[in-house]
Every structure is written in C-alpha cells, then in structure tokens.
C-alpha cells in the first residue's frame, strides 16, 4: 500500500503531500549526499501525545549535517517546532517522524558545495517494525555476508542516506533467505549493528551491547542502557564475537523503528532457552512504560504535543 498523509514541512512551509518534488538532477538521488532522523511520537494512556526524544533526534540530525559537510540551514528551534507542527497538521496522535536534509540540483559531479540545502520532514502510523509478533516472541536474525562500514570508509556516527546501500544489501540478502533482520559483522569481524537496529545480547544476567566506535549512536540503545543501570544490572559497551551471539542467554534489537524486539534464533541456532528471556522482558516493559507516559521517573524523554 502506498504511502499517503497530508502534509509534508518542505523548506519552511506545509505543503500537499503529493506537491513535496524534488528534480531528478538532485545531488543525493545520484550520490547518497542526505541524512535523516527517525522519531517516535505516542498516544499516551491520559490522552496526550508525545515525541519520545525529541532534543537528542534533532541534536543527532544536526550533527549528521555537520559530519556529511552539508550542515542543517535552520536553527535546532526551527527543526523541533517543524516536527511539532507536522504531526498537528496530519492529525496524528501516534505516529513515526522522518526529517530528511539532502542536497539538492544546481552543479553535478562529486564537489558541488554551492548546491542547496533541502529540508523535508514527513510523518505517518508506522506500527511494530519488525511486526507485532516479532515484539511478542522475537524475530529470526542471520549474520549478513556483507561487513558493516569501517570508520574510514563511511561516518558511521551519522545518519547519512549513502550508508544505507550497506543496509539495504544485507536486509534484502537475509529476507529473501527468509530470515527477519540481518545482523552486520564490523571490519574486524565484531557484531556491530543490525541493518537498522542497534544489537545487545544478555548472558547470566549481564547485558552487553557494542561500543559507539563504528556503530550508530543509537537513541534507543542509550535509554536501554540508561535504564539497565538504573535497574542495576551489570552492563558492558564492549565488543563481541559471532560465537558469543550463539551461546547468549537472550538477544535483542533496539531502533526507533524496531523498539525493543527480541531475537529467538540467530543463524539457525535458538537463543537461550525462551524468548523473550526474563531480562530483556523486563527492559522491553519499561522502555514500553516509558514511551507510554507511564513510567514518570523517565518523563523527562517525553515533549509533548
Ligand atoms: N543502527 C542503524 C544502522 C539504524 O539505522 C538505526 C535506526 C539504529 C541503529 C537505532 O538507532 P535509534 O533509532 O536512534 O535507536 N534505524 C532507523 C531507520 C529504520 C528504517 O528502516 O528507515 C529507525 O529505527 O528509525
């Protein structure tokens, strides 16, 4: 089904959702020069909306433009009540946000720094990403023959759209062997990512997910991880192996898309006993507390509509 709202923020004002064009001439159609955010916005239990980190999206939006070279023309303010404004204008109380930055028509070829800057944020329902029964029984992962980026060959720190050719590679490489998500070894041969989701994995109660070196720097993996120290469980950014993946007790994604979605079967080979194991269903609980409005302790996460 395709995809239809009714407003689109392009460069400063709401425009029609079929009126947001762009030329084919467009640098970052030819060349991957865009960089996007995803957010989350919820219907929360009393009624009220809420946009589930707003400040850090936008912050890592910005940042984005500034590694790709191509930095964000409008102010952080501007970006925030853009988003805002977006969701008002499609009547939506839960939904999923996607500011787009790219670079658009003027010069062609690689070194065109005097070509514009667009803006474009669009919203739309997006329900459980990697579908509602994978959040409640956990989905088939396998390891992509396809490495994730090194750190000098892509700026693994941004959210730059020619990053995600390496993604949509190993995604399509797994699902057309009939797996749910793929999981990319680093240059080194470390996990690193999934193809749009951060990994962490769980052993005698411990959590451990990958260090920032050379994945994305994840919004989901940080309130995970934020919450798993608060909860006191013994918690390492540390490197693992494709071996130490097989013998975890539990397994699980982490993305604003995905939200917290278990893994019950890495490669064939069932992980841990059940799935979703006690820990990360005690994580999963309340990261979906959280974004609910329920859990108050964290509601400094939540600006709302
Ligand atoms: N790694 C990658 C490569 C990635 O794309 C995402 C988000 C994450 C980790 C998790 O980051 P965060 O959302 O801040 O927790 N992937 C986005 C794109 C999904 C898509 O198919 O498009 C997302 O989840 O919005």
Same mark, same amino acid.
């Given at each position: 089904?395709?995809?239809k709202?009714?407003?689109?923020?392009?460069?400063g004002?709401?425009?029609?959702w079929?009126?947001?064009k762009?030329?084919?001439?467009? @640098?970052?159609?030819?060349?991957g020069?865009?960089?996007?955010?995803g957010?989350r916005?919820?219907?929360?239990?009393?009624?009220?909306?809420?946009?589930?980190? $707003?400040?850090?999206h936008? %912050?890592? +939006?910005?940042?984005?433009?500034?590694?790709l070279? +191509?930095?964000?023309?409008e102010? +952080?303010?501007?970006?925030?009540n853009?988003?805002?404004?977006v969701?008002?204008?499609?009547g $939506?109380?839960?939904?999923?946000?996607r500011? $787009?930055?790219?670079?658009?028509?003027?010069?062609?070829?690689?070194?065109?720094?005097?070509?514009?800057?667009?803006v474009?944020?669009?919203?739309w329902?997006?329900?459980?990403?990697?579908?509602?029964?994978?959040?409640?029984n956990?989905?088939r992962?396998?390891v992509?023959?396809?490495? %994730? @980026? @090194? =750190?000098n060959?892509?700026m693994?720190k941004?959210k730059?759209?020619?990053?995600? =050719?390496?993604?949509?590679?190993?995604?399509?490489e =797994?699902?057309?062997?009939?797996?749910?998500?793929?999981?990319?070894? *680093?240059?080194?041969?470390?996990v690193?990512?999934?193809s749009g989701?951060?990994?962490?994995?769980?052993?005698?109660? @411990?959590?451990?997910?990958?260090?920032l070196?050379?994945?994305?720097?994840?919004?989901? %993996?940080?309130?995970?991880?934020?919450?798993?120290?608060d909860?006191?469980?013994e918690?390492?950014? /540390? #490197?693992?192996?494709r071996?130490?993946?097989?013998?975890?007790d539990?397994a +699980?994604?982490?993305g604003?898309a995905?939200e917290?979605?278990?893994? #019950? /079967?890495? *490669?064939?080979?069932? =992980?841990?006993?059940?799935?979703?194991?006690?820990v990360?269903?005690?994580?999963?609980?309340?990261?979906?507390?959280?974004?609910?409005? %329920? *859990?108050k302790?964290?509601?400094?996460?939540l600006?709302?509509l």
């Open positions: 089904m395709a995809l709202g009714k407003k689109i923020w392009l460069d004002e709401m425009v029609a079929e009126e947001a762009v030329h084919v001439l467009t @640098h970052a159609l030819h060349y020069t865009g960089y996007f955010e957010i916005c919820y219907a929360l239990e009393d009624g009220r909306s809420a946009v589930f980190r $707003l400040d850090d936008v %912050r890592r +939006f910005f940042d984005s433009g500034k590694i070279g +191509f930095p964000l023309p102010a +952080f303010g501007q970006i925030k853009a988003i805002l404004a969701i008002k204008a499609n $939506l109380k839960e939904c999923y946000i500011p $787009l930055a790219f670079v658009g028509s003027g010069d062609m070829g690689l070194y065109a720094p005097d070509n514009p800057i667009h474009a944020i669009a919203a329902a997006w329900g459980a990403y990697l579908g509602d029964e994978g959040i409640k956990g989905i992962a396998k992509s023959s396809y490495t %994730r @980026h @090194h =750190v060959v892509m693994t941004s730059v759209s020619g990053n995600y =050719v390496n993604s949509v590679l190993a995604k399509a =797994v699902k057309k062997a009939g797996y749910d998500e793929a999981i990319m070894l *680093d240059a080194d041969g470390y690193a990512e999934a989701e951060n990994i962490f994995i769980v052993r005698d109660g @411990h959590v451990k997910t990958t260090p070196t050379s994945i994305l720097p994840g919004i989901t %993996r940080d309130s995970v991880l934020t919450v798993a120290r909860k006191t469980y918690v390492q950014e /540390e #490197r693992f192996t071996d130490e993946l097989y013998t975890a539990e +699980f994604f982490t604003t995905a917290l979605t278990p893994i #019950r /079967e890495v *490669d064939n080979r069932k =992980v841990g006993e059940r799935c979703p194991g006690p990360t269903l005690d994580l999963q609980q309340t990261f979906f507390d959280i974004i609910k409005g %329920r *859990d302790k964290y509601a400094r996460w600006t709302y």
